[in-house]
C-alpha cells in the first residue's frame, strides 16, 4: 500500500512538471512569436499575409548575438530597453496601419498628433463623455502593456538563449549564412517584403528621418509664407472684378477626381452634374471647372482649407499651427481688406474657434452652437447641407445686405456616409426638424460598412446629394451678383479611392454675370459643373494667387 501511495504521488507530481513545462513552453513560443511579429511585421494592413512573416529578421540575429556577448547583468539591461523599443515599433506599425487605411499615407511622428484630440472629438460625438473616456483609457492601457509584454518577451528569450548558449550559437550561424543567401539575389515571397529583412531598422531609421525632415521643413517654411506678392495690396486694388458680388467659398466633404470618373460611382454623379449644368444654364448661369491637387487625402480638411485660403502648401499639422501665428493674406482677409463682410460657416465646430478671427479675419462665425439647428445628426454630420444653405440665406443674404464673402463647410458627405438625408422643398427647411424621421429610415453605418460595394454606393449617394444641394441652392436663390465656387477638400479614403490614388479634388466657379467667366477665359478650365479628365491640374496652393490676379490688378514677384 505504502508502494501504491508513492507511485500515485510520483504521477500526481510528473504531471504539474508536464503542465508546467507545457504552459512554459507556450509563454516562450507566443513570446518569440510577439517578437517575430515586431521585428518583421509589414505597416499595411493590405501586406499582412502569412507569407509577410516568412522571414529572417537580421535585428534579431545581431541581438542574440549580443546576448552570447554580454555579461548577465548588462545583458538583462540591454535586453529591457531593446523590447521596449521593439514594442514602440510595433506601435508605430499600428498606428501606419491606422493611417494608411483612412489616409493612404503612414503616421507623421511629428504633426500627426493633432488626430488624437480629432480622434477624441469624434469618440465624444458618437459615445458621449464617459464612453470617450473609456475607450481613451483603454488604448492607453493597452500601450503600456504592450511596451510591457515586449520587454518581458525579450527578456524570455534572451534567458533562453543564455541558458543554451552552444544551441543558439549553431543557430545564429544558420540563421546568419541563409540571410546572407537570400539578401545577394533580393529573395522575396510577397513584393516589397525580401526574406533578408531589415524592417525594423528601416521603420526606425525612417521615423528618426522624418524627425530631422520635419524640423528642416519648418525652416523652409518660414521663409516660404513671408513671400507674398498680395502682402501690401491696397484694398481698393483687392478683387476689383468682383466689386459688388457675394462670393461663396464652399467646400464639398470628400468630394475628390473619385466621385466623377470611377466606373462604379461616377455615372451617377456625371449625370447629375450634366444635369445641373443644363438646369443653371436656363436659369442664366454659366460654370467653368478643373482639378487643383489638395495637401490631405482621406481626412484633415483643415489642411485643405488653409492650403487654399494661404497660397502656401499646408500638408501636415505643425506647418498648420505654424501658418496660424503669421499674418499671412488669406482670401478672406483679402475679401475683408477690400470692403467685403466675411463670414466663416462650420457646422462641424461645437468649440470655438480663435482663428477665425485671429488669422482669416471673418467678421461673423457660424458653427454647430449657433444656427437653431433642431433636427437630428447624421452619424458625423451635425446638421444637413440644405439646413446649412438654408439658414445662411436667411441670416447672412437679406434684401439690402451689404457684399459678402463666405467659406461654407458642407459636411453631409463626410464619412461614414449612413445614415444619409433627402432633400426637401426650401420652404418646408425651417430649423431642420422636418430631417427627424430620415435617420431611422436611411441605412446605419453598420449596414453600409459590411463591403466595399455598398461603402462606395453610399459615398456616391452623399456626393450627389450634397452637389444636389448646391445647384438647388442656386436655382432658388442666386442672383446676377452670385458667384459660387465650390470644391472638394480631399478624396474620400482608401475604403472608396483604392490605395495610391491621386490627391485631385474637382473645383468649379459658378455665376451669372458673364464677366466674371470672362476674367478666367486664360485658365482653360472646362465649360459646366464637371471638369474634363483632361482638364487642367494645379496645386491647390497656387489658386489664391491665381484667383486674387484673375480679379485683381497684376502685382510684381516677391522678393
Known sequence: MRSLARFRRLLSHDDATGWRRALAWTVTVLAGLLVLFALVAPNQVDHLTPAAFVRIPLEGILGAALVLALPPKPRRITTAVAGAVLGLLTIVKFADMGFFTAFDRPWDPVSDWSFVSAGIDLLTNDLGHLGAVAVVAAIALLVVGLLLVMAL?????????????????????????????????????TPGQP??????AGLAYAEARQVRTEIQDQRAFAKEVTADAFRNTPGDQLLTGLRGKDVLLTFVESYGRVAIQDSDIAPRIDALLDDGTNRLRAAGFSARSAFLTSPTFGGGSWLAHSTLQS????????????????????????????????????????????????FYHFDRYYDARNVGYQGPKFSYASMTDQFVMSKFQQNEMRPGHAPLMAEIDLVSSHWPWAPLPQSVDWNAVGDGSVFNPMPAEGKTPDQVWTDKANIRAAYGQSIEYSLNTLISYLQNYGDDNTVLVFLGDHQPDPAVSGAGASRDVPITIV???????????????????????????????????????AFGPQVPPAR
Open 153 to 189: 518577451s525579450a527578456l524570455r528569450l534572451t534567458d533562453l538563449a543564455a541558458g543554451h548558449r552552444a544551441a543558439t550559437t549553431r543557430t545564429v550561424a544558420v540563421l546568419t549564412a541563409a540571410w546572407l543567401v537570400c539578401a545577394m539575389p533580393g529573395a522575396q515571397l
Open 511 to 549: 455665376a451669372k454675370d458673364p464677366a466674371v467667366l470672362d476674367r478666367i477665359s486664360g485658365w482653360n478650365w472646362q465649360d459646366g459643373l464637371r471638369p474634363d479628365p483632361k482638364s487642367p491640374v494645379w496645386q491647390m496652393s497656387t489658386f489664391r494667387d491665381r484667383f486674387l490676379t
Open 311 to 358: 497660397g502656401v502648401w499646408i500638408n501636415g499639422q505643425k506647418r498648420y499651427d505654424d501658418l496660424m501665428k503669421t499674418d499671412r493674406l488669406t482670401l478672406s482677409s483679402a475679401f475683408g481688406r477690400a470692403g467685403w463682410q466675411t463670414v466663416a460657416d462650420v457646422p462641424a465646430h461645437f468649440d470655438d474657434w480663435p482663428d477665425a478671427s485671429s
Open 195 to 200: 526574406i533578408a529583412s531589415t524592417s525594423a
